[in-house]
Nanobody, 111 residues
């Protein structure tokens, strides 16, 4: 059974940092493209970042230079390091792979 479980969200002030984790089971994260997407209140889903199976990384312009995607193959876990957070980063963040998506973790950036 494929499962994706996100964690690490929370409330942070503008300029702060958070690291999101996505623990995967039922498949190997290093064998597939792994994605982070987010959905802000009242808005459509927005792609944030992708790591492909070869380790190549891609970012939306809105987060480039502030977010870093990575994975730990031994832990079968995907990460999203988010630095210099802005209020517009407030959203529910999901990891997604193949045709699966986790339950999401809330990130709120507010003073």
């Amino acid at each position: 059974e494929v499962r994706l479980v996100e964690s690490g969200g929370g409330l942070v002030q503008p300029g702060g940092s958070l690291r999101l984790s996505c623990a995967a089971s039922g498949f190997t994260v290093s064998s597939y493209a792994m994605n982070w997407v987010r959905q802000a209140p009242g808005k459509e889903f927005e792609w944030v970042s992708t790591m492909n199976s070869r380790g190549g990384t891609y970012y939306a312009d809105s987060v480039k230079g502030r977010f870093t995607i990575s994975r730990d193959n031994a832990k079968n876990t995907l990460y999203l390091q988010m630095d210099n957070l802005k209020t517009e980063d407030t959203a529910v963040y999901y990891c997604a792979a193949i045709s699966y998506r986790g339950q999401g973790t809330q990130v709120t950036v507010s003073s």
